[in-house]
């Protein structure tokens, strides 16, 4: 369980969190966890200590829509998960899932990320 951040007052975050099968996405939904590459951990760390929420927006690679999105509900940890579906995970995290469900891409495209030259979100 998370503890009060420092830094309540800074707003929310939000990361796309890109997965390699849809395998990943049914564990961490059904399980509650979720694992990234060791490069986002600090990333995902950082935003969890730092900001009063983090949501994670989850898609499977070539898929077209969204799975759903959850809330961040740990800081990562060391332990790794067995049964997750990816070479090169890092560490397993809790999410709390918030909504599980198919969205199209095309419902976000008046969504354009400021820092990748206002391309669309997906």
């Not at 099968?21 to 935003?47: F, H, R, V």
């Not at 989850?58 to 809330?71: I, K, M, T």
């Not at 560490?91 to 008046?110: C, D, L, M, T, Y």
Request: aromatic share 12%; proline share 5%.
């Amino acid at each position: 369980s998370k503890s009060p951040s420092p830094r309540q007052n800074v707003p929310a975050r939000y990361f796309i969190m890109k997965s390699s099968n849809l395998q990943n996405i049914d564990i961490s939904q059904q399980e509650g966890i979720w694992s990234t590459t060791p490069s986002n951990e600090q990333k995902l760390n950082e935003a969890f200590w730092e900001s009063s929420i983090v949501y994670l927006i989850f898609s499977v690679q070539g898929s077209g829509c969204f799975q759903g999105f959850a809330r961040m509900g740990s800081a990562v940890g060391c332990e790794r998960s067995q049964d997750w579906g990816s070479a090169g995970s890092g560490g397993v995290f809790k999410v709390e899932w918030i909504r599980k469900e198919s969205i199209p891409f095309q419902f976000a495209n008046h969504l354009l990320h400021p820092w990748n030259d206002s391309k669309k979100v997906q």
